[in-house]
């Protein structure tokens, strides 16, 4: 389509993805061998090549997820977040990113003994250079993971705060701190009420909030999202379109939701990127961002396949397009002067 090239163009903010979702089946062989990790003997661990052909046949969420956390193996130094961090910011960049909020799962790492300070080591070190080479930047948002207990989640949020992460004065673009909280995984029974206390501990300080909901899970995930975790953004949320009500709070309260539409095709969310609702957020004025969530396993799909891939599906015109990309600056947490630089 002739609006490929001007959707390239565009300056894009990136705020759904997974520091651990970029991390290649070229990559995770080379750091299984140099960490010296055994992987799993199963046929689809051959090759890189039969990984990533079973990585095109994923089930769900959860079948996804199995893949994922194993793929978090591999990672130990602070050099591996750097290399994993620098390959997405220097493709981002190249795809027209201005800004980028990653997320990552600390309990995933902390459980096999890597330290919180290794992993923002390396994404420091991988942000500044970024910076220097390419003009992005680039925030960390910590994940709750929902399928471990909620105590696990408590004493991770408890240890980050401690450390000083979500320190207001690391908040900028000089010392890049983590921009929010956020919470994924697992999303069916596991209702976002279980994680109340620590969200409301969150505000409380002042710490913006973000949580995945109505991906897999009912319109009302999204609801309770809002309304018991006090969250400023909605990841995914595409199931918040069955309930017009929850549309409506949606648009009423400004929130953005970061949708993943090609994630959702491959998690078979969704039949087709046609399916995922963004024609009734345009009507109901709902704003969303386009992102590309875990973008090594779905495909090699990243920000600007997804853009191209949504415009195929919806032939937004220039002045939707123009919007679109607009409440993505708006809706980012990085200070004002950076959106100002970014528009
Ligand atoms: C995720 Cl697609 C998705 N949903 C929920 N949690 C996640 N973590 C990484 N990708
Ligand atoms: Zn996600």
Redesign the pocket.
């Known amino acids: 389509s002739p609006l490929h090239a001007l959707l390239t163009s565009m300056p894009k903010c990136e705020h759904h993805l ?1 520091l ?2 970029t991390l290649s089946c070229e990559l995770l062989f080379s750091l299984a061998e140099a960490n010296t990790i055994p992987l799993p003997s199963g046929p689809e661990f051959a090759s890189p090549a039969a990984l990533r052909a079973r990585y095109a046949a994923f089930t769900s ?1 959860d079948d ?2 199995a893949y ?1 956390y194993i793929g978090f193996s591999v990672l130990l130094t602070a050099s591996d977040f750097e290399q994993l961090t620098y390959a997405y910011l220097s493709r981002a960049a190249h795809e027209n990113v201005r800004h980028a909020e990653i ?1 990552f ?1 600390p309990q995933g790492h902390t459980s096999r003994g890597v330290s919180v300070s290794a992993i923002v080591e390396g994404f420091q070190a991988a942000a500044k250079r970024a910076a220097q080479e390419f003009r992005i930047t680039a925030l960390l948002i910590p ?1 709750l993971l ?1 399928h471990l207990p909620v105590a696990d989640s408590k004493a991770c949020f408890e240890s980050l705060v401690a450390a000083g992460h979500f320190d207001a004065r690391k908040g900028g673009e000089a010392e890049p701190g983590f921009a929010g909280l956020g919470l ?4 069916l029974s596991q209702p976002p009420a279980h994680w109340a206390e620590i969200f409301a501990a969150a505000k409380s300080k002042g710490i913006r909030r973000t949580v ?1 909901a109505g ?2 899970g009912p319109a009302r995930y999204v609801a309770a999202a809002l309304a018991d975790l006090g969250a400023m953004r909605i ?2 949320g595409v199931r918040a379109a069955e309930d017009d009500a929850v549309i409506e709070k949606l648009a009423e309260q400004g929130v953005l939701v970061t949708v ?1 539409p090609v ?1 959702n095709v491959c ?1 078979r969310v969704a039949k087709s990127v046609a399916e995922s609702p963004l024609s009734v957020f345009v009507d109901k004025g709902v704003k969303f961002s386009l992102n590309s ?2 973008p090594a ?1 779905f495909g090699d799909h990243y920000i600007q396949d997804v853009y191209c891939a949504v415009e195929e599906a919806f032939g937004f015109s220039i002045e939707q397009w123009a919007k679109i990309v607009r409440d993505a600056v708006d809706g980012s947490w990085c200070t004002e002067e950076r959106k100002a630089v970014i528009r």
């Open positions: 997974h651990e979702g969420l996804f997820l994922y997320f799962d994940c929902r994924c995984s697992t999303e995945h991906e897999e990841d995914h993943c994630s998690l969530d875990d396993y």
